[in-house]
């Protein structure tokens, strides 16, 4: 798609680097001379809006319970009006890109920034403002003491520029882009569709392995957990607690100051399809490390489980080198003589263990598993060398599955990443789509088809680490 596109005629140097060249006939303004700060109250009435960072301004009744673990007050007369087409701005979280133009009425925290916004065309100030180009403006234009808690300065805001293209053109562009976005979005259904088939195979293989053993005329018995059923004869039923070579620890319970080089710190969104991924993670420094390695020293083949916010999440530790955890992950470090890390791993991902970590979460500003309710889950096992057997025949049932998951995974990132750069490169004019524009297909009118997403909290891993040991201040004031 992009093949098809050309620069712009003739450019002008918009005297901002990151910016560049713009073509020559758009407007180069500051977001303060387009925008006027609004600060209304006393609606409480109208519709409750969220700002996320994945989806802009969306209402939030529309957000599930693992989406929004934000309190909301009784009494919201306090909370902003938003008018449909405003500007508005989490100020905590805009340098990660939490902000977009209201669809509807509403209302909003009092925490967040309103601005009436003066750009013709709404779609098209969306899809600018939220794009790759311009959440680093937002970012630089926000400080603090700690990275998890930049706050936007307004004066630093609105010296952001803004390219503005004709009225009509705006328009075009805006057409351009959805039918791009449509063709992407049905392209990336297609391989999420494929990758929930081959995971459903996959969990086909655990579950039967983890609850029945290989033996297909192994005679069986009642667990006694509805959700096991029966299980082979010669298994025992046991608790977690039993199998423990240590008690079940969690990472501090404080909010650690970040760096930019040190120690990786994990919490529970470096567990990422049923692995540890380190890529995406934050640093702490060697002494704090050193102190939170105290409490939880995370070692190869412990287990570590989602207890706050995404509950659930099991992944089990591959690496040697040392890292710390925070509070919403759970720290399990197997009997090795009784179960097996590997096989503990399969066994707390099937779905009746799943099953009985659900039921034992309590729900407060969001869902959360104890440290005394972990131990309780129940667990079929088998003797260790069958143990062994049945994990050598999971991962070599599933290897090709996890082959087969791994290349839609990064076709899909490739994908995303392709939209990405194609509308931050069209919305700032490096790319001409008038031309391509005037020959799209006329289309109906359609809601975008949902994609299966990573729930991206409204409340950062900072609110779930703070809620796990009572209310953070974001989760009081930033609904």
């Not at 989490?90 to 209201?102: D, P, R």
């Not at 630093?156 to 992407?184: N, T, W």
């Not at 489980?305 to 890292?323: C, H, M, P, Q, Y």
Request: proline content about 7%; glycine content about 6%.
């Amino acid at each position: 798609m992009v093949t098809e596109l050309k620069p712009y005629p003739a450019y002008k140097d918009s005297g901002v680097p990151w910016l560049g060249q713009v073509p020559e006939h758009w407007e180069l303004r500051s977001l303060g001379s387009i925008t006027s700060t609004i600060s209304h109250h006393g609606r409480p009435d109208l519709p409750l809006l969220s700002v996320v960072r994945e989806k802009g301004v969306i209402p939030r009744s529309t957000m599930s319970d693992e989406e929004n673990h934000n309190f909301v007050p009784d009494d919201l007369s306090n909370y902003k009006i938003v008018r449909e087409g405003n500007l508005v701005v989490n100020k905590m979280k805009a340098w990660q890109g939490s902000l977009g133009i209201a669809p509807m009425d509403g209302i909003v925290s009092p925490a967040y920034f309103v601005f009436d916004i003066r750009i013709g065309d709404r779609q098209f100030a969306q899809t600018l403002l939220r794009s790759k180009v311009y959440i680093p403006f937002f970012a630089q234009a926000s400080d603090g003491v700690r990275i998890g808690q930049w706050e936007l300065s307004v004066v630093g805001m609105k010296r952001i520029p803004v390219v503005v293209p004709p009225l009509s053109e705006q328009a075009v562009i805006v057409r351009y882009l959805d039918h791009a976005d449509r063709k992407v979005r049905h392209v990336i259904r297609a391989r999420q569709q494929l990758i929930k088939l081959l995971t459903e195979q996959k969990q086909a293989v655990i579950q039967h392995a983890v609850t029945r053993g290989l033996d297909c005329d192994v005679r069986l018995k009642p667990s006694g957990v509805p959700w096991l059923g029966d299980i082979p004869e010669h298994w025992e039923v046991r608790r977690l607690k039993s199998l423990l070579g240590a008690r079940i620890t969690d990472g501090p319970h404080v909010t650690p100051t970040f760096v930019s080089d040190g120690v990786p710190f994990l919490s529970v969104d470096g567990i990422q399809n049923g692995d540890l991924v380190f890529e995406t993670c934050r640093y702490v420094s060697p002494e704090d490390h050193a102190e939170f390695r105290k409490k939880t020293s995370p070692h190869r083949d412990d287990i570590l489980l989602g207890k706050a916010a995404s509950t659930g999440k099991i992944a089990r530790v591959k690496v040697d080198f040392e890292f710390s955890i925070w509070s919403p992950l759970g720290l399990i470090r197997p009997d090795q003589f009784q179960v097996v890390s590997p096989f503990l791993e399969y066994a707390l991902k099937d779905f009746s263990s799943q099953a009985q970590i659900e039921t034992l979460c309590t729900l407060n500003t969001q869902k959360n598993i104890s440290m005394d309710d972990i131990p309780r889950v129940l667990l079929p096992l088998p003797p260790i060398a069958e143990q062994l057997a049945i994990v050598h025949h999971i991962e070599d049932a599933t290897t090709n599955l996890d082959l087969a998951i791994d290349a839609a995974r990064r076709e899909i990132d490739l994908l995303r990443e392709y939209r990405t750069r194609l509308i931050a490169d069209v919305v700032t004019g490096k790319l001409d789509v008038r031309d391509a524009a005037a020959h799209l297909p006329d289309e109906p009118e359609e809601q975008p088809e949902p994609l299966d997403e990573e729930p991206v909290a409204e409340t950062s891993d900072l609110d779930a680490a703070e809620s796990d040991g009572g209310q953070s201040e974001d989760e009081s004031r930033d609904a």
